[in-house]
């Protein structure tokens, strides 16, 4: 992975890098080939080199990276089924997961994404910003927007996401990143990504 040279973002990456350092069982995403992700039948052709993470989200998602977790992430969410959850549960008895319907609505995904992340990422604040429906890997879906901080950090991050509920599962793609440079510098490949996906 390489970094262009920007001084006070370089600084900022390398701290976040120290932070979390990328998990050695990562893997190189080649571009231009059809691929399946998360263990489902969601396919998606990057067109781009992308690095896909070895610690998975949860058991129906999977995380790709192209300068660090840290500072921009991909996650698929592939056919989770009715009553299952999108990360693995952290206290089930005293804060457990909200679970997918297969009766939602795609616009109660955003929702879902957002009470999921306040309980198994520790969100301080997060705002969903912008819901409008959207064609997602042929079928109707939902695109939002959404920003938010986590509790251990001050640093201000931008997200958006595609989702739709095919044959009653939830297939769902996230993209996100520091809302400083590293947002807008991925988010066309992160895009084309997401305007691949088949199921």
Do not use: C
């Amino acid at each position: 992975m390489t970094l262009r040279r920007f001084p006070s973002i370089a600084l900022a990456a390398a701290a976040l890098a120290l932070a979390a350092p990328v998990h050695a069982a990562n893997t190189l995403i080649p571009a231009g080939q059809r691929i399946a992700v998360a263990g489902s039948v969601l396919t998606v052709q990057p067109d781009a080199e992308w690095n896909r993470l070895g610690v998975r989200p949860g058991r129906y998602a999977e995380r790709w990276t192209r300068d660090g977790d840290q500072l921009d992430a991909l996650t698929f969410y592939g056919g989770i089924a009715d009553g299952k959850t999108l990360f693995r549960e952290v206290n089930r008895k005293e804060r457990p997961l909200p679970r997918v319907a297969a009766t939602m609505l795609v616009t109660d995904i955003p929702i879902l994404l957002e009470n999921s992340y306040r309980v198994a990422r520790g969100i301080a604040a997060m705002t969903i910003e912008r819901v409008e429906p959207a064609r997602f890997a042929g079928s109707d879906g939902v695109h939002f927007t959404y920003s938010y901080i986590r509790l251990d950090e001050s640093l201000h991050r931008r997200g958006e996401a595609f989702g739709a509920i095919i044959r009653g599962r939830l297939y769902l793609i996230t993209y996100e990143a520091p809302a400083l440079y590293y947002y807008e510098r991925s988010a066309p490949t992160a895009r084309r990504v997401v305007d691949s996906a088949r199921v």
